[in-house]
């Protein structure tokens, strides 16, 4: 069974380049406009990792990552964001939340297959 991956992020382009650089790789996905929606979702799937933007209406990363890390049952997942924000203190912020990783935008498609495979087991 292919693992399931959620990407959230509001700029459709983005989700869709994440969508496409995993599901070559064999993964499934699962796509939200943005925290609220990923929140959402989750109900519905069960998923292994969570790809997330920083800036997102209705619902940011950081407190989206803190929501799903208050779920039992996704207290360990990895949890990447993927952002243009690259300063030292927004990544601590995302650490503090929760966030297995960070990869700033743009990036290159080996370079979020290797992120995700290196947390993915």
Do not use: C
Not at 27 to 43: F, H, P, Q, R, W
Not at 101 to 110: A, Q
Request: charged share 25%; glycine share 6%.
């Amino acid at each position: 069974m292919s693992k399931l991956i959620m990407t959230a992020d509001d700029s459709g382009s983005v989700r869709q380049m994440v969508s496409f650089t995993l599901k070559q790789a064999g993964y499934e996905i699962v796509e939200a406009v943005d925290g609220e929606d990923a929140i959402n979702k989750l109900s519905t799937h069960q998923i292994h990792m969570l790809i997330t933007d920083l800036n997102m209406p209705r619902l940011d990363g950081i407190e989206l990552i803190k929501k799903v890390r208050a779920q039992a049952s996704y207290k360990f997942i990895p949890i990447i964001m993927l952002t243009t924000e690259s300063q030292p203190e927004m990544k601590a912020k995302g650490k503090e939340a929760g966030a297995t990783g960070w990869i700033v935008k743009p990036f290159k498609p080996e370079q979020l297959l290797g992120v995700v495979k290196k947390v993915l087991r």
